[in-house]
């Protein structure tokens, strides 16, 4: 199993290292979800918005890329409507993006999706979801895996997040930033499947590091 763990989480890293590829999983995404045409072309415009630099068309397809790499059912179009579209509304500064995000599939997705847009409205606080559908915790899981990446690329991330909150001053940033990772330091557990096996402990990692370099600056 830990040969296994570390196999699987080597070939997550080198998922998110390679944007090109990352992009292309968010096009693969869009084929599987079986979406009309016009929401495609929607939510294409709305991942490439200017003000994006973390929350764009390629963090969403490393999720689904990872969903597959990790044993994922391929099949799964629920789970798929939600990574696709748990992002599709995004303001930096917004307090209801994933209400709005749940409305646009429900909005622009003929049939059900009731699960889909449960899901999407669970991601608004990770930590505070308290279910316990097994699908609704791999999506949760796989939105926090990138805090587990290798110290260079959550780094990047850090830096493609400070970007969308580029209308923040300096001061208000670390708090808020310094906030955001206790919570999640603070916490038991990250990750409530079995992905946790292999994204916990780097996460724990880096939480602890970005909040001691925090500490510093202030």
Not at 46 to 64: F, N, S, T
Not at 87 to 93: G, I, K, Q, S
Not at 129 to 144: F, M, P, S, V
Request: aromatic share 8%; hydrophobic share 50%.
């Amino acid at each position: 199993m830990v040969h296994s763990s570390n196999r699987e989480f080597e070939a997550g890293m080198a998922l998110a290292a390679d944007l090109d590829q990352c992009r292309a999983g968010f096009g693969a995404l869009l084929a599987r979800a079986d979406i009309p045409p016009a929401a495609a072309t929607e939510l294409r415009r709305r991942y490439a918005e200017p003000h994006r630099a973390y929350h764009d068309a390629a963090h969403v397809g490393l999720l689904w890329l990872r969903h597959l790499l990790h044993g994922g059912d391929a099949g799964d179009r629920d789970l798929a409507l939600a990574i696709l579209f748990h992002d599709a509304v995004y303001e930096p500064l917004g307090r209801d993006n994933e209400a709005r995000s749940a409305a646009l599939l429900a909005a622009m997705v003929p049939g059900r999706t009731d699960w889909a847009q449960a899901a999407i409205l669970a991601t608004a606080d990770h930590l505070g979801y308290a279910g316990t559908d097994c699908r609704t915790l791999r999506l949760l899981d796989l939105d926090l895996t990138p805090l587990a990446e290798r110290p260079a690329l959550f780094a990047r991330n850090t830096d493609f997040l400070r970007r969308e909150y580029a209308a923040v001053a300096d001061p208000a940033w670390r708090q808020g930033r310094h906030a955001v990772l206790a919570r999640f330091a603070a916490t038991k557990k990250l990750f409530r499947t079995r992905l946790g096996l292999i994204y916990e402990a780097p996460a724990r990692a880096n939480l602890t590091a970005e909040l001691a370099a925090l500490a510093a600056a202030a």
